[in-house]
């Protein structure tokens, strides 16, 4: 069965940092492309950041330079760290996979998602 199960979540000033994990049980294949997606109320989802199974990413230019992917095969668990947090990033956060190789900031190349993690950044 597959799962996405993610976490980290949660409130913070402007300025500060969150890691936020997305733990994967259930892939089909060992290594997956996995992405960043996040919704605000009243806007529509969008990319942050993916990594591709050769282990290449990708952010988007709202966050570059303040957030970064990266994986742990192991556990097996994806992580977006996020720094220098702002107001603008509040959203919920979802974690999700493509079992194909679709265009990975598109959300229909995603063909699971998990249920999200709130990320709130205050002023």
Not at 1 to 21: D, F, N, T
Not at 44 to 50: G, I, N, S, T
Not at 52 to 65: E, I, L, M, P
Not at 91 to 113: E, I, N, Q
Request: one cysteine or more; aromatic letters at 14%.
């Amino acid at each position: 069965q597959v799962k996405l199960a993610e976490s980290g979540g949660g409130l913070v000033q402007a300025g500060e940092s969150l890691r936020l994990s997305c733990a994967h049980t259930g892939l089909p294949f060992s290594l997956n492309n996995m992405g960043w997606f996040r919704q605000a109320p009243g806007k529509d989802r969008e990319f942050v950041a993916a990594i591709r199974r050769n282990n290449v990413t990708y952010v988007a230019d709202s966050v570059k330079g303040r957030f970064t992917i990266y994986s742990d095969n192991a556990k097996p668990t994806i992580y977006l760290q996020m720094n220098s947090l702002k107001p603008e990033d509040t959203a919920l956060y979802y974690c999700a996979v493509d079992w194909g190789s679709g265009t990975y900031y598109y959300p229909p190349s995603y063909d699971f998602w998990g249920q999200g993690t709130q990320v709130i950044v205050s002023t």
